[in-house]
């Protein structure tokens, strides 16, 4: 069992490996914008992310209200439950070309902007964290 440097050290690497799977992503949605038929991809990581989270930190599971079935002919409830994984899909929300491509660059670029200011920015935690630790380290040294 190695040092937990903080509970939330755990959830910082695995929004760091989302946001790298992201940036991939986008980029080649960008590299597809002229390929006929292309569809641009994104993964969706927040629900996984939130559900890790609650482990990590012990917080009570909401508790869901269930659909009454009044019927035995009735269809159950389309509620899943959650994975732990990312979900991959297609942003699809722009008109596509005449070629059926509906990668739009503007979009894309943005995205990959956001992405890589959250990607430094959980960076730049995990180096103060770091940085906080080996401190600790340091000073304890001193005084033995």
């Avoid at 990581?45 to 659909?67: D, H, M, R």
Wanted: charged share 25%; glycine share 6%; no cysteine.
């Amino acid at each position: 069992m190695g040092i937990q440097l903080s509970k939330a050290h755990d959830l910082m690497t695995k929004a760091l490996d989302y946001r790298a799977t992201r940036q991939d992503l986008i980029a080649g949605n960008i590299a597809n914008e002229d390929t006929p038929f292309y569809r641009p991809r994104d993964i969706s990581f927040a629900g996984s992310l939130q559900a890790e989270a609650k482990k990590i930190f012990n917080e009570p599971q909401v508790a869901t209200l269930e659909l009454a079935r009044t019927n035995g002919a009735h269809f159950k409830s389309a509620q899943k439950e959650g994975t732990g994984q990312a979900q991959l899909f297609y942003r699809d929300g722009h008109l596509a070309r005449n070629d059926g491509n509906s990668v739009d660059l503007d979009v894309e670029t943005t995205e990959m902007a956001k992405n890589t200011m959250m990607f430094q920015a959980i960076t730049a935690s995990l180096k103060k964290e770091a940085a906080i630790f080996k401190a600790v380290l340091q000073a304890s040294e001193r005084t033995q």
